[in-house]
């Protein structure tokens, strides 16, 4: 430091600092130069200055007792000299501060000086990129890749200036008709990569790279409209930031990368040199830009949620979710409080210390929130909520500025950052978080919401969502996210002039726009547009396609988002057809919605008022070993009136005509077929049929069943869509309302399918209502029986009810505890599992369930009373299996249960026809069961083998038993059909059906000869004939087709019962 004049005696050689001390740069003459001229000086005016300063100490003195005297002569109290005193004793205090603080500061910077002059080397030194950050690695060699290709980049970019970006400026703007690029020239300098980051792990289909990008360049691109004689240009530019490139999706031919996608995840660091900026802004049009917009506007490009898509192969799949993908998922960020904070606010030129006016800044991304300003306050509390898309992890971060609000210039209070990584990683994330650059904390709670394509969590959310104060705005329950493709055919303006056409998508009161394409009616945007949705069955999307001018409609489309819950994975992608405009003026886009679900252990939904909890319902009964008699065990049980009042639906899927064509070969230069299948949704449950390669007008005739119930406005949903590898496509919908269904019984109608530009079904509906008998079982399973299809699972005969209602008695858990017990009622493959009533022996459920019987003789139904895990009780257990005993046995053995009461099975058959007739005694040969119709529709001869009883046995052993059939007079093979053969039986089941295509009135003519043979050795081909009968067709009623035994004759004989 330098020493001035007034410094006093110098000092002497001894007080000196040693040579090492000093800066290398600094000459000896530096420090012996202010002892030599300190020793010349006289005494005498040092004498002086030494007066002078007791003098003018005295007058100061003097001078603070002014106040005082003035106060004494004017009559004043002390209080305003002690006020004086306070006011004077405070700015000396504030300046002592901040000379102290000045002097902290030089003394910090001095020694930053000496600590950077010893460290010097080291920035000559190459350090590996290890040792700071180890998950950062240098590539050198490809900066001298890049190096050495820098100049054909140029080539490349002038061409794709001048041919590609040249045309399209001068159609954005009838003022820059003329536009041109008059020089480019990527200069010497080129572009360096610092280092790479890999993330390994996070996609098996993709590779994920951070490049530490920095790029200071002599790039010179001189533009020109010559129109308006004004020349302008960019002449160097730099750009440092932190570049994430993504190879996917890994394919398994050449190149092995599908494309390459590019971004800054956060916004970087970019300057530009314009040359003549003023006269381009001159232009008009462009007047209201500025050179700060321009270059906000080039840097947003190129930040999420933007994305530079580079394909690598052609016809690459779904470009549009590569450009715009899904959101990785959402983050609702409490911003709850602050705690801590520095005082900014000074008042009385800073004598008196305030507060501040504190509000947070919170960003992730381009997605940016303000809260509301808290005045006069160092520990605010907002409360507010705001929900943000995130789309990479990891990467992303969300951060957090605290600032106190001034008139003038907002001061900073502290600053906050945490990668989304770790909100993924917990779920939620509730905890103060220290704030940098200042002091105090702020209370965040953060919760990772997951996209779930599954529309029964819908109410679910709703429900949380409606338990949830948030402000500003309310919980969203749903995200949409709209991929904007292309329009067809859209009107021409006046004049017969194409369009500029742009498009405005709203919902409520949130509307985003498309950019426009200018002088274009077919125009392509492939632009991706999300909202957050409150409620998405009352919610729509309203789109309106404009001119840019936003004067003119060219067509607008309303759709009500409610249609997407019901859609396959929530997503329509397909044409829509726009109102208000051309004939054939349609738009393709597609919709995506996801519910946002947050799945976390912490979650707790409330409870709906009314309900009565499980505790409930142990509190009425007694206790174990209470003196207070229990109440009799219930004889009978008293379910609802709506028990067993269920319908059948049975759907048959017939058939389609003119299916569009979805399948592509030779990279779509072929054009095939499709390979359909139907979907259907109904009651909560899903079906689907098989599927019909190769085929635009396929036949299922398949049949499903459902048990539904007589709530009004019930639909069936229809789905068709095309096999493919990948993804399926879609070829249609269609819904039914089941309203007229379950009102006349009967449905058989072409169903035209929606959203697609061909195509038709064919469905037949039957309601089946149930009814009290069991006299007619036989004979409902022989109609099942022709009307099964070989495609089809095995239709229903029966439906079954039952009514689970309490349990008593129940053993207590290790002799003293309560269990916490459930009922499972499982019939075959479907079991139904009641609530859980917490720590009672004797539980009430009063709940039911209905089952599909297909066998009502051989199925079984069994009922189980288990306890929750963790409870250790061994579960109680009954298992009764449905005979043809009566029902009044079958009540004294459920009765008969030690520990549960429930109502007597209901098994309802579905017809009725009358009574059995008794049978025929069987013939010594025995018998074959058959039944023989005509089906008109299909114009086909159907017979159905059941089974045969008994058979002859020649032998030792029972024979291999096989039913042959033949259509007489032919003999040949073309009519002849076999079943299966069934091993040492006299009784075998075969259930097999056959068909022959012939008209009715040759039917009539034939005869059908079914023989009964059995094989009479492994090693011979002989067959042994067990017994044969002939049908006459023209004596046998084929509209019924009602199954018969018919006894067997031997060869001589012929004839049937």
């Known amino acids: 430091m330098e020493h001035g004049p007034g410094d006093g005696s110098s000092p002497s050689p001894q007080d000196q600092p040693s040579a090492p001390s000093d800066p290398p740069d600094q000459p000896p003459a530096a420090h012996t130069k202010p002892d030599l001229s300190s020793g010349n000086q006289p005494a005498g005016p040092g004498a002086a200055a030494e007066a002078l300063a007791v003098l003018t100490s005295f007058g100061r003195r003097l001078l603070v007792l002014v106040p005082v005297y003035l106060a004494g002569a004017m009559g004043l109290s002390v209080g305003f000299v002690l006020f004086g005193l306070a006011l004077y004793l405070g700015w000396r205090r504030v300046r002592d501060e901040k000379e102290r603080s000045l002097r902290v500061a030089r003394r910090l910077l001095d020694d930053e000086e000496r600590l950077t002059a010893e460290t010097l080397y080291l920035s000559h030194r190459e350090l590996p990129a290890w040792v700071s950050f180890p998950d950062v690695e240098k590539v050198e060699w490809l900066n001298k890749i890049v190096a050495q290709i820098w100049p054909f980049l140029g080539q490349y970019m002038e061409k794709l200036l001048a041919e590609t970006v040249a045309p399209a400026v001068r159609g954005s703007n009838p003022h820059l008709q003329t536009f041109t690029f008059t020089r480019v020239e990527l200069g010497e300098k080129p572009l360096r990569i610092l280092g790479v980051k890999v993330h390994p792990g996070q996609n098996k289909e993709q590779i994920l790279l951070d490049l530490n990008i920095s790029y200071v360049g002599d790039i010179q691109i001189d533009v020109e409209v010559k129109k308006y004689f004004c020349k302008a240009g960019v002449k160097g530019m730099q750009l440092h930031g932190v570049l994430r490139v993504i190879l996917e999706p890994l394919i398994g031919d050449v190149p092995i990368v599908g494309a390459v996608s590019m971004f800054f995840i956060r916004r970087p660091t ?14 008009p049009g462009l007047s209201s830009l500025s050179d700060t917009m321009i270059m906000d506007s080039i840097a947003a490009f190129l930040v999420l949620p933007n994305r530079l898509l580079v394909p690598l192969v052609p016809d690459l799949h779904d470009v549009a979710q590569l450009r715009s993908p899904l959101p990785r998922g959402i983050i609702r960020i409490h911003l709850l409080a602050a705690r801590g904070l520095s005082s900014k606010d000074k008042y009385v030129k800073g004598l008196i210390e305030g507060k501040s006016d504190p509000y947070a800044l919170v960003r992730v991304g381009t997605q940016a929130f303000c809260s509301r300003v808290i005045d006069e306050e160092l520990n605010p509390q907002w409360g507010e909520t705001y929900e943000v898309i995130v789309h990479e992890v990891p990467g992303q971060e969300i951060e957090v500025e605290v600032f106190d609000k001034d008139p003038d210039k907002d001061d900073f209070l502290g600053r906050m950052k945490l990668d989304v990584g770790k909100v993924l990683q917990a779920g939620v994330l509730d905890d103060w978080f220290p704030l940098q650059g200042g002091q105090g904390q702020v209370h965040l709670k953060l919760e990772w919401l997951s996209l779930l394509p599954d529309a029964e969590k819908l109410e679910q959310v709703l429900q949380w969502n409606r338990g949830v104060s948030s402000r500003p705005e309310p919980p969203s329950a749903a995200i949409l996210v709209v991929y904007l493709d292309r329009a067809q055919d859209l009107p021409l303006k006046k004049g017969n002039k194409e369009p500029n056409p742009m498009v405005q998508l709203s919902i409520q009161d949130v509307t985003q726009e498309s950019k426009a394409v200018y002088n274009n009616n077919c125009p392509v945007w492939e632009e991706a547009f999300r909202f957050f949705l409150q409620d998405p069955q009352s919610q729509e999307l309203d789109v309106q396609v404009k001119d840019d001018s936003r004067a003119l409609t060219l067509g607008a489309l309303t759709l009500p988002l409610a249609r997407l819950l019901t859609a396959s994975e929530l997503t329509l992608d ?17 919709l995506i919605m996801r519910i946002l679900y947050l799945d976390s252990s912490e979650v707790r939904f409330p409870t709906v008022p009314g309900t009565a909890g499980a505790s409930d319902l142990d509190n009425e009964s007694p206790q174990t070993g209470s003196s207070v008699d229990a109440p009799p065990r219930p004889f009978h049980t008293t379910p609802d009136s709506h028990f067993g009042t269920e319908n059948v639906l049975r759907i048959h899927v017939l058939e389609a005509q003119d299916l ?35 085929d635009l007008n396929p036949r299922w005739n398949e049949v499903f069943e459902v048990i539904v119930t007589s709530i009004p406005g019930q639909e069936l949903g229809v789905e068709v869509f095309d096999k493919d590898l990948d993804k399926d496509d879609f070829l249609g919908r269609c819904k039914v309302s089941l309203t007229a269904v ?5 449905l058989d109608e072409w169903l035209t399918l929606e959203d697609v530009p061909s195509g038709r079904l064919h469905l037949r509906l039957e309601r089946l209502t149930p009814r009290p008998t069991a006299a007619e079982l036989e004979e409902v399973l022989q109609v099942n029986s022709l009307i099964q299809t070989q495609k089809s699972a095995e239709l229903a005969a029966a439906l079954l009810s039952v009514y689970v209602e309490r349990a008593e008695d129940l053993p207590l858990r290790k002799g003293t505890k309560p269990p916490s017990p459930y009922a499972s009622i499982t019939v075959g493959d479907t079991s139904h599992k009641t609530k859980t009533v917490s720590q009672t022996s004797a539980p009430i459920w009063d709940e039911s369930a209905s089952f599909l019987i297909r066998k009502p003789n051989t199925e079984s139904l069994e009922l189980q009373i288990l306890v929750s895990q963790h409870s250790g009780v061994e579960a109680h257990s009954h298992s009764h299996s449905y005979s043809s005993s009566p029902l009044s046995e079958e009540l004294e053995i459920w009765e008969g249960l030690p520990h549960t009461t429930s109502s007597a099975p209901e098994l309802r058959q579905r017809l009725t026809h009358g009574d059995s007739p008794l049978e025929a005694p069987i013939g010594p040969l025995g018998q074959v069961r058959l039944t023989v119709w005509y089906y008109s529709e299909e114009r086909k001869l159907v017979s159905i083998v059941h089974s045969c009883r008994s058979l002859r046995q020649n032998g030792r052993d029972p024979p291999d038993p096989y039913v042959s059939l033949l259509l007489l007079p032919d003999k040949n093979r073309g009519t002849k059909r076999k079943t299966s053969q069934k091993k040492k039986t006299l009784n075998p089941e075969f259930n097999e059906r056959f068909e022959w295509e012939l008209p009715l009135d040759e039917a009539l003519r034939r005869k059908l000869e079914v023989s009964v043979k059995s094989n009479s050795s492994f090693m011979s081909r002989e067959r042994e004939l067990l017994g044969k009968v002939q049908l006459d067709l023209a004596e046998t009623d084929l509209s019924q087709g009602a199954a018969q035994w018919y006894d067997l004759m031997d060869d001589k004989d012929k004839g049937s019962s």
Do not use: C, H
């Not at 726009?578 to 393709?588: D, I, V």
């Not at 077929?673 to 190769?694: H, I, M, N, Q, T």
């Not at 379950?742 to 009967?746: E, H, Y």
């Open 742 to 746: 379950l009102n006349s019984g009967f």
């Open 574 to 590: 397909q044409w829509f057809q726009l109102s208000s405009s051309g004939p054939n003026s349609r738009l393709y886009m597609k």
């Open 660 to 694: 569009i064509a979805k399948d592509r070969f030779l990279g779509g230069l072929v054009k095939g077929k499709s390979d359909p299948y139907v979907k259907l949704k109904l009651a909560g449950r899903s079906f689907r049929s098989r599927v019909v390669r190769e």
């Open 270 to 283: 970019l300057d530009i040199n314009w040359t003549g900026m003023t006269n381009l802004l001159d232009i």
